[in-house]
């Protein structure tokens, strides 16, 4: 199976439903839905509901695994890094979750939705390190190795 060229309609229905996926997580739990909370109470096993947090990262992997299976443009998503700089990278993705107080898709997609003014900040503080950091690596000529 082929992608279909993306476009602004599919722009707008994924942004769609990722809103209202959290807007029904929210509303369902009482508490912003956000994958770095709820992974790190998966590894902590806080709060007595960790099967449904299991059964959710379960589905995520398993979900992405049969894209992988089944899709033959998602090839162009797979891993172009090694393990070990893949696990580095997401070892500091950790460090700054923790840091910030949320991932980037918990601070850009809900908490800017719910008027953060911490979000908002934390939101333009990614944005901005990652157009730094890419100008960086294409101006200057830092290449990460393969």
Known sequence: MILPEHNFVHAFLGGTLIGLASLIGLLASGTIPGISGLFSRLLRLQGGAGGWRLLFFAGLIGGAALLFATV???AIYRPVRSIAWIGAAGVLVGFGTRLGGGCTSGHGI????????????ATVVFMGAG?????????IGLAVPR
Do not use: K, Q, Y
């Open 72 to 74: 033959d443009s998602a």
């Open 110 to 121: 809900c908490g800017i939705g719910l008027g953060s003014v911490r979000s908002i900040v």
């Open 131 to 139: 157009v730094v950091t890419v100008w960086v690596f294409h101006n």
